[in-house]
């Protein structure tokens, strides 16, 4: 929880403490943003034990759902968030209600064959541009205002939103839901012998962790103010699937901070070389060796 | 007289053409502790798997107050008072010990679907599962990780989490299993304090235990019941002394 505020109080400052750059501004959004899909899939991972391999396909959802209504001129936040939460928290219900009759490897596979099944559906939307993408006309509208088209208020924006998500995290996680939830995640049998059945349990939770992922999706297309079908891909899902690992399982606080992690080092390297994924991959590698409880695990050594 | 808590009627199980139960009916009425025992193979386990509902009986009827649960799931059986601790541990090891319990009283007292109330501060169900735990003996490690416990704690623990859910029946499975005599003699004070209380179905290779224990023991071999009564005549009973204290006798 501590790791939690400072991280966020360093995120409010560093506006106005020499990262306030047009170019830092967009990567420290990136972060954010992914920060808040990797939150509700560490809903998943840390908190249910399900290991997801498809998140990114709801990320995509809540884009192109921006895409849709910008193809027809509607950019009102009012109008668009509320379309592109439905739309993925309905796609992860849908799709978690057949993949959560399955656990472990079955539940990465089936995850992963949505996840790519979103993916080649929207490179066939051919009114959006299909494998080229769709560039936005517009970002979305507060009340008419173009208050998005700000990179400071854009900042702040993900940042509350990325609080947000934080808190509903942790509030889901501390109460009897979150109890049952680890409950099964710890010993499955012994919690059904209880009289709880993990099912409804865990479909909420894929529910929950869709639609945050959709919220992701909605920030992503207007920080880009473009949308291509590698939303969806499924390196985009192993990518938000190692800043959860990276961050730590140990609290949702880890997302947020593996998010970060990889964003910047991504960025960092790319300046360093052009060649910078043959250094990433071995970094990847050290990591899952040497940090197996994750970054936030490095000051716990209880 | 009232009806028993448990009726077992006349169960029947067969793996290919090996008959592992036969014909075996007993009953468990209010109160009282009964023990079930047998030399290994004598289809404790399967028998024991029916009871929980892990394992259907191909004829005969089980009955919990009278009513009919023998095509019942297990987590149903367990919301309608069946509850069963297990023969290997199956504490929550990440969870405290309080938590541990406060599971079980959760599953019993309203929706599990509250989202957003922390569960930590719910004082009716921490009240609920400290009484449960001051039952057992283990209120003092309340606030210790579960899997930091030592192998007798857990098996308190475990008894605390099956009386937490307010048991009409308690299905023990070897609740002495690995203990050491000092953990097995509090283990056995703990289950004679339960006397009175919930009916129990006991299942126990300890016979110093069971006839400390038992009101009553069923003695099964070959998957047939060969003897149920007191204590003091299994003790004398001839059958028995043949198919289990002989064997017993034997290995010593």
């Known amino acids: 929880m501590r790791l939690a505020l400072l991280l ?33 899939l560490w809903l998943l991972v840390g908190g249910a034990g399900l290991v997801s391999l498809g998140h990114a396909a709801m990320l995509g959802i809540g884009a192109y759902a921006v895409v849709a209504l910008d193809d027809l001129r ?14 993925a928290g309905l796609f992860a219900l849908a799709t978690g209600a057949v993949a959560l009759r399955t656990t472990g490897v079955n539940f990465i596979m089936i995850t992963l064959a949505f996840g790519q099944m979103a993916f080649f559906a929207a490179g066939s939307l ?61 010993n499955q049998s012994r919690t059904e012998a209880l009289g709880f059945d993990p099912y409804p349990y865990r479909l909420l939770a894929y529910v929950v962790a869709g639609v945050l992922a959709g919220l992701a999706g909605v920030l992503l297309a207007n920080s880009n103010e473009f949308v291509a079908p590698s939303y969806l891909a499924w390196q985009r899902s192993g990518d938000l699937l190692f800043m959860v690992i990276l961050g730590g399982l140990a609290g949702p606080e880890g997302a947020i901070l593996g998010a970060l992690a990889l964003v910047l080092a991504e960025e960092w390297l790319a300046m360093l070389t052009p060649h910078w994924r043959l250094i990433l991959g071995p970094l990847i590698v050290l990591a899952a060796l040497f940090l197996p409880r994750g970054l936030i695990g490095i000051r716990r050594h209880d | 007289m009232t009806d028993p808590v448990l009726r077992l009627e006349g169960l029947r199980k067969a793996y290919g053409g090996l008959l592992v139960t036969d014909a075996v009916s007993l009953d468990v009425r209010a ?46 059986r367990a919301r309608l008072g069946l509850v069963r601790s297990f023969q290997m541990i199956a504490v929550l090891p990440g969870f405290t010990v309080l938590e541990n319990v406060a599971l079980a009283v959760q599953a019993k007292h309203g929706s599990s679907f509250r989202l957003f109330r922390p569960v930590a501060r719910e004082s009716g169900l921490n009240r609920a599962a400290m ?19 030592a192998h007798g704690e857990k098996r308190q623990l475990e008894l605390a989490i099956a009386l937490a859910q307010s048991p009409r029946l308690l299905l023990l499975d070897e609740p002495l299993a690995g203990t050491g005599t000092e953990e097995a003699e509090r283990l056995v004070g ?63």
């Open chain 1, 126 to 186: 051919a009114l959006y541009g299909g494998d080229d993408g769709y560039t936005l006309y517009g970002r979305t509208t507060l009340a008419g205002g173009r208050w998005l088209a700000d990179r400071l208020v854009f900042h702040f924006v993900c940042l509350g939103l990325l609080g947000l998500a934080f808190l509903v995290i942790h509030m889901l996680l501390a109460a009897r839901f979150g109890r049952v939830l680890r409950a099964a995640r710890e």
């Open chain 2, 31 to 76: 109160g009282e502790i009964h023990a079930l025992i047998g030399p290994n193979g004598a289809g404790k386990t399967t028998l024991i798997g029916q009871v929980a509902g892990t394992l259907r009986p191909d004829a005969g009827r089980v009955l919990l107050d009278g009513r009919d649960i023998t095509g019942l799931a297990v987590a149903r």
């Open chain 1, 8 to 40: 966020f109080a360093a995120l409010a400052a560093a506006p106005f403490l020499g990262f306030g750059a047009g170019h830092q501004l967009t990567l420290l959004a990136h972060g954010m943003i992914l920060g808040i899909a990797a939150l509700g």
């Open chain 2, 190 to 252: 703990l289950l004679g304090a339960l006397k009175g209380g919930p009916a129990v179905l006991l299942v126990e290779h300890d016979m110093d235990a069971v006839f400390a224990l038992a009101d009553r023991i069923t003695v099964l071999a070959l998957g047939r019941v060969i003897a149920s009564g007191p204590p003091a005549a299994i003790r004398a009973d001839p059958a028995v002394r043949a198919a289990y204290l002989g064997e017993a006798a034997d290995a010593c």
């Open chain 1, 74 to 87: 509607i950019t009102e936040a009012a109008v668009v968030v509320p379309v592109a939460l439905l739309a």
């Open chain 2, 131 to 149: 009484v449960a735990l001051d039952q057992v003996g283990l209120a003092a490690r309340a606030t210790a990780r579960a899997g930091t416990l």
